[in-house]
């Protein structure tokens, strides 16, 4: 009998101890170490992260059955509405999420009920200050660059982002349906083709072909990392003064995970307002946690890298969900840029 009870026991202190594991897919360096062995250390749960180096790499994997494995995942605002709505994320609200009451209205706007806001930005041209000189300060220099700089360009492969710089060096809006806007947002990035090293994340092509990237389509905050990872102070980042795109990225659940209580703890304990100022720092972009602005330092705050200056959001546009028959269209232009530069 003593040995049938001391069996019980070990198999219910079996199943308390054991940990589950949250399988995220994120990009690389998106949050904070620290704040990951927190959670572990506090919850004993372990976390699994996976790495995506474009957005659209990422819809592709979880749109297949390959995406299954992942409990969370970090969305851009456009894909985390279009996912949703396909049934495909856990949907949130202050009924199971209540720290979202610290989000401010704007950028849950952007999220919807389809996941946590999570960081936000904008887009601009990220750039090695000892290769480029003088600084780059408008589209231009992205998309006609100096012949001295020419194979050491890179675009992102993205088909939203990737048609920014043309769309608002035409002076059109980023969301156009517009064909004929779009054409000649086309032909920007065909005239571009002779500069670039190539289409992806500037991240991923300075690590695989160290030293060969000057110049970049990149998003508020890469110059930190490239910074971090070249152990220097050389990248800088700039807004051109055509305006900008402002991007928010969402924490979502997928709506396949067998773990959304799990899931739901965690977007609780990184939306805590220490949690997300001291995580906001370490990424290098802008928390939208009013709690947590207030836990920022000072020279963080003031840094326009990171909170864009008011004439810069002034010309800068807010995406939003644009047609299926239009995110066909700019598809094909992408890869037709792409299959155009491969060419040359």
Known sequence: MKRIISLLVLCLWSSISISD???IYIWEDYISPELIDKWEETTGHTVNLVYYDSDESRDEVLGSDSGKGFDLAVFDSISSQLFGKN???HALSLGNLPSLVDIDAQWKESCGNFGLPYQW???GIVYN?????????SWVHLLYSDRKYHGHVVMLEDAVDSLVAPLLLEGNSVNTEDKSELKAAFSHLKNQAPSLLGYGYALTYEKQAREQVYMALGYSGDHFTLNEMSQSEVWEF?????GSAIWMDCFSIMEWSS???LALQFLEFINEPVSAAENSEWIGTATPNKRALKLISEDVL???SIYPANEILEKSHTYRIISDANMTLRHRIINAAMKYRDSQ
Request: charge should be positive.
């Open 21 to 23: 594991e949250l399988k």
């Open 87 to 89: 049934n495909k994320i």
């Open 121 to 123: 930005g904008a887009l």
């Open 129 to 137: 200050k000892e290769k480029v000189i003088p600084a780059p300060t």
């Open 238 to 242: 700039v807004y051109p003064a055509e």
């Open 259 to 261: 773990k959304k209580e």
């Open 302 to 304: 003031s840094d326009k």
